[in-house]
């Protein structure tokens, strides 16, 4: 690689980070861009989890994006209302263990959490949900900028001008289209 392109870029850019960088965009991207949950779908999710094992709000969080494969991280403000919100509802119950807040289902919350079982679970819904347009374009950018990197990883002089040269024509491109309008 061109060492003059190490020195523009900074001294602590090494291409395996941007190319990390790049991958964990892609999941951002998709997910904020694609993946919009409904109302309702945290509180199927908790019931649903606590009917497996008692666990707390942070637990609960973690669990719904590993089996959504990141594309559905609930914040914080969504989760803990709705467990406040269960809990005023007699469908779980909280006990104070290790300095955390753990919730558990009641006999009622047990019933409840059987009925959302013969339902596809939120996050199954959330992984099938087809790739609209914005996310498409925006995942072609991903990979666009992984191309772009891998240029520049291992691309002459000669064809790292010549992707330049290209991403700021379509950079152009892109900005007369939305000019058109």
Do not use: C, F
């Not at 914040?75 to 104070?96: K, R």
């Not at 609209?132 to 990979?143: C, E, I, Q, T, Y």
């Amino acid at each position: 690689m061109n060492e003059s392109w190490k020195k523009n870029l900074g001294a602590d850019w090494s291409v395996a980070a941007a190319l990390k960088t790049l991958e964990d965009l892609g999941g951002q991207v998709k997910r904020t861009v694609d993946v919009r949950m409904k109302r309702g779908d945290v509180r199927s999710a908790v019931l649903r989890l606590l009917h497996e094992a008692p666990m707390h709000g942070y637990q609960i969080i973690h669990e719904i994006e590993s089996r959504s494969n990141g594309a559905w991280k609930p914040s914080p403000g969504s989760v803990y209302p709705t467990l406040q919100l269960l809990v005023d509802e007699g469908l779980i119950t909280s006990a104070e263990a290790d300095g955390r807040r753990t919730y558990s289902l009641t006999g009622t919350g047990t019933e409840a959490a059987a009925a959302e079982s013969e339902s596809p679970a939120p996050w199954e819904v959330g992984m099938s949900h087809p790739s609209g347009p914005r996310g498409n374009l925006a995942v072609a950018g991903v990979h666009l900028a992984k191309a772009a990197a891998e240029v520049a990883r291992t691309g002459s002089t000669e064809q790292i001008d010549r992707a330049t040269a290209l991403i700021n024509d379509t950079t152009h491109a892109l900005t007369r289209l939305l000019a058109q309008d």
